[in-house]
């Protein structure tokens, strides 16, 4: 239930961090800064845990290679490089890249942890001022052969299935409306 609670919260902050204005025209005048997960930030959790995993993870994706977050992967996820980075295609933007993660709390049972992060996005407006959106997200890890290792590519999965469903949709209704056709 924590977990759908915090995936949901994520995708609505994510669609909601896209309106940045109502159509004024002022558009491109906000600036959503990359937030990039840091060496110094990984470098403050214990070695070889769930968080400094998740974080190397989450770094990889900030910088587009699917080949680096292939390797945090468990062996029996369903993703390879290629997929991976086809689904990073649909950018830094949509799939909520920009912000960085806190790492709040991580729940270790046995083999499996969870790790509750929340994510703070920064968008500075033209006159200087700064919004904060923050929405938290938990992740699953599975400890496999003594290392830590993302357990599902739900994260990106799930947002670029509601992209490419978003962008059928725009499609029919275009045909729909297009008198030519």
Same mark, same amino acid.
């Given at each position: 239930?924590?977990?759908? &609670?915090?995936?949901? +919260?994520? @995708?609505?902050?994510? !669609?909601a =961090?896209?309106?940045?204005?109502?159509?004024?025209? /002022?558009?491109?005048?906000?600036?959503?800064?990359?937030?990039?997960?840091?060496?110094?930030?990984?470098?403050?959790?214990?070695?070889?845990?769930?968080?400094?995993?998740?974080?190397?993870?989450?770094?990889?994706?900030?910088?587009?290679?699917?080949?680096?977050?292939?390797?945090?992967?468990?062996?029996?996820?369903?993703?390879?490089?290629?997929k &991976?980075?086809?689904? +990073?295609? @649909?950018?830094?933007? !949509?799939? =909520?890249?920009?912000?960085?993660?806190?790492?709040? /709390?991580?729940?270790?049972?046995?083999?499996?942890?969870?790790?509750?992060?929340?994510?703070?996005?920064?968008?500075?407006?033209?006159?200087?001022?700064?919004?904060?959106?923050q929405?938290?997200?938990?992740?699953?890890?599975?400890?496999?052969?003594?290392?830590?290792?993302?357990?599902?590519?739900r994260?990106?999965?799930?947002?670029?299935?509601?992209?490419?469903?978003?962008?059928?949709?725009?499609?029919?209704?275009?045909?729909?409306?297009?008198p030519?056709?």
């Amino acid at each position: 239930m924590r977990r759908t &609670l915090a995936a949901t +919260l994520g @995708v609505a902050a994510i !669609l909601a =961090g896209g309106c940045g204005s109502l159509g004024t025209g /002022d558009e491109t005048d906000r600036v959503n800064k990359l937030q990039l997960v840091r060496k110094a930030d990984i470098a403050r959790h214990p070695e070889g845990s769930p968080a400094q995993t998740f974080l190397e993870w989450w770094r990889a994706l900030q910088y587009g290679s699917g080949t680096q977050a292939v390797r945090q992967y468990a062996r029996d996820v369903e993703v390879d490089p290629k997929k &991976l980075q086809h689904q +990073l295609e @649909v950018g830094v933007e !949509l799939l =909520g890249l920009r912000a960085r993660p806190a790492v709040h /709390d991580v729940i270790e049972d046995g083999d499996q942890a969870t790790v509750f992060a929340v994510f703070t996005s920064a968008v500075e407006n033209p006159n200087g001022r700064a919004d904060k959106v923050q929405s938290p997200k938990a992740f699953d890890l599975v400890r496999e052969d003594g290392k830590w290792k993302m357990a599902d590519n739900r994260y990106t999965t799930r947002i670029f299935r509601l992209a490419e469903k978003f962008v059928k949709q725009g499609l029919k209704q275009q045909r729909r409306s297009d008198p030519g056709e």
